[in-house]
Each structure stands twice: as structure tokens, then as C-alpha cells.
């Protein structure tokens, strides 16, 4: 992997750690919206289309990789544990799995709303909100580690997100995946 899609996630990261400053993630507060959590959420899921990109041709690059719905296809079959990945929020106690609809062959939600934002988010700005801003965040964290699986034990650490282990499976590698050799 080329490390460009690692520090943006990196920067991206330290953009939603900071807005905790002002809205404390907490369930009660998941429907705050505003322009600073539109502009995180359409960041980042801007660049989990490049990551996607990048992952579908690492892995198929004959299969077509245009949208999402062909995003899944190619990755959910390469990686067909990915939509098991938990990702936490260690300081907040938040867990979430940012790709479990993919268990059942459709896009998650934060997703679609995330499409409604960019397109029309005249009609849709409330969904530009801390949880689709978390859970988007969530997303690209989880795809940047798979796009560089084998590279990281030497990557520089997230501050905010962490990879959750299921209880009893221990942790004996840096950000183990749900897809890791077991």
C-alpha cells in the first residue's frame, strides 16, 4: 500500500477526534448535525471510494469496480469476513461494525445517507450527523486496513479508532482482522 491513503485516514482521524471537543459521542447525541460533520462524513467517504478502488484492483482487477454495490461484490468475495469487523472507539466506549449489512449483500446505512447528503442535502442535511460521521470514519479506518494488511505492524497508530476483538479471541497482532489467518 501506498502509505497516501493511510495518512489521510490519519488526518481525517484527528478532524473527528476534535469535534469531541464540542459534541460528546454519545447515543443521545447522534443526530447533531452540521456542516462540520458534512464535510467529515463526505471526506471520508470520498476517500473509502479510492480505498475500495485500489482494493478491488489488488485483488480482481478484471472485476468491475465502479460504485459501491461492485465494491462489495469484489471485496465481500476476496475478504468474506470484513462485514465482522468491529471498530471501537476505546475513550468513548463505542463499538460498531461499519460494513454488517454487508453480511446480507447491501450497502450500510450511513452509506446511503452519506449519498443523500452529497446529493441532496438540501432536502437530507440532518443525516450529516455524529453518528454517520463516526460510523463513516469507522469505515474507511476498517478499508485502509485492509487495503494494507500486510503492512500494518508498521503503520503509525490510529489515535481515536482501535479494531475490536471478539471476546475470548485475544489479541496477538496490531489491528487483527476478522479475515486474518487464524
Not at 485483488?59 to 468491475?64: I, K, N, Q, T, Y
Not at 466506549?93 to 450497502?107: A, D, H, Q
Not at 474507511?140 to 505492524?153: G, H, K, T, V, W
Amino acid at each position: 500500500m501506498t502509505n497516501e491513503h493511510w495518512r489521510y485516514f490519519l488526518a481525517l482521524e484527528q478532524d473527528v477526534e476534535r469535534t469531541t471537543r464540542f459534541v460528546e459521542p454519545h447515543a443521545s447525541n447522534y443526530r447533531t448535525f452540521s456542516i462540520e460533520f458534512s464535510r467529515l462524513i463526505l471526506s471520508a467517504c470520498s476517500e473509502i471510494d479510492v480505498v475500495a478502488k485500489v482494493i478491488c484492483q489488488s485483488v480482481d482487477a478484471s472485476a468491475p469496480a465502479g460504485n459501491m454495490d461492485q465494491y462489495r461484490a469484489v471485496i465481500h468475495k476476496a475478504f468474506p469476513h470484513i462485514h465482522e469487523t468491529i471498530v471501537e472507539v476505546p475513550r468513548f466506549g463505542l463499538s460498531m461494525e461499519p460494513w454488517k449489512e454487508w453480511r446480507t449483500n447491501v450497502n450500510p446505512g450511513w452509506w446511503q445517507h452519506h449519498q443523500l447528503v452529497k446529493h441532496h442535502r438540501h432536502k437530507h442535511f440532518s443525516y450529516a450527523d455524529l453518528e454517520h460521521c463516526i460510523l463513516s470514519a469507522a469505515g474507511l479506518f476498517s478499508l485502509a486496513l485492509y487495503l494494507c494488511r500486510d503492512e500494518r505492524f508498521g503503520i503509525e497508530p490510529s489515535i481515536f479508532f482501535d479494531i475490536g476483538v471478539p471476546p475470548g479471541a485475544g489479541r496477538s497482532r496490531k489491528y487483527p482482522l476478522p479475515d486474518d489467518p487464524r
